[in-house]
């Protein structure tokens, strides 16, 4: 019950800057628990966790601050173009979503072509009609 009880608790907290990430996952609490407190438990055990106590870290409704070091930087230059665009700017946004997340939900996914297609055509088999030449 302590481990269960110290699982929620970690992961309704954000993580130590030192591990550099912005939310928990289960193998990467799962691996801070051994290292840090020497506590041992699988990464399926936390998903479970999670389920039984509808935990979704990676949903948080909080707004995470990027952790590039120029980030202050380069909010207060986004802000300042759109705030004071200098005559005939034109001002663009770019999201950086990966390339997965960008695609409307509604397409169908797109199926990798298999090994064998990628490759030379198949040979023909020894079973294959053989054509006789005279003698």
């Given at each position: 019950?302590?481990?269960?009880?110290?699982?929620?608790?970690?992961?309704?907290m954000?993580?130590?800057?030192?591990?550099?990430?912005?939310?928990?996952?289960?193998?990467?609490?799962?691996?801070y628990?051994?290292?840090?407190?020497?506590?041992?438990?699988?990464?399926?055990?936390?998903?479970?966790?999670?389920?039984?106590?509808?935990?979704?870290?990676?949903?948080?409704?909080t707004?995470?601050?990027?952790k590039?070091?120029?980030?202050?930087?380069?909010?207060?230059?986004?802000?300042?173009?759109y705030l004071?665009?200098?005559?005939?700017?034109?001002?663009?946004?770019?999201?950086?979503?990966?390339q997965i997340?960008?695609l409307?939900?509604?397409?169908?996914?797109?199926?990798?072509?298999?090994?064998?297609?990628?490759?030379?055509?198949?040979t023909?088999?020894?079973?294959?009609?053989?054509?006789c030449?005279?003698?």
């Open positions: 019950m302590r481990v269960r009880a110290r699982v929620i608790a970690l992961t309704r954000t993580p130590p800057v030192g591990t550099g990430l912005s939310h928990w996952s289960t193998r990467e609490l799962a691996k628990l051994e290292r840090t407190e020497n506590i041992t438990v699988s990464w399926h055990y936390i998903a479970r966790i999670w389920r039984e106590e509808r935990l979704k870290p990676h949903r948080s409704g707004f995470k601050i990027s590039d070091p120029a980030f202050a930087e380069k909010v207060a230059d986004v802000i300042g173009l004071a665009p200098p005559g005939g700017a034109v001002v663009l946004s770019i999201d950086e979503k990966t997340q960008a409307d939900r509604t397409q169908p996914v797109l199926r990798s072509p298999s090994r064998r297609a990628r490759s030379a055509p198949p023909t088999s020894g079973t294959a009609p053989r054509t030449s005279p003698p």
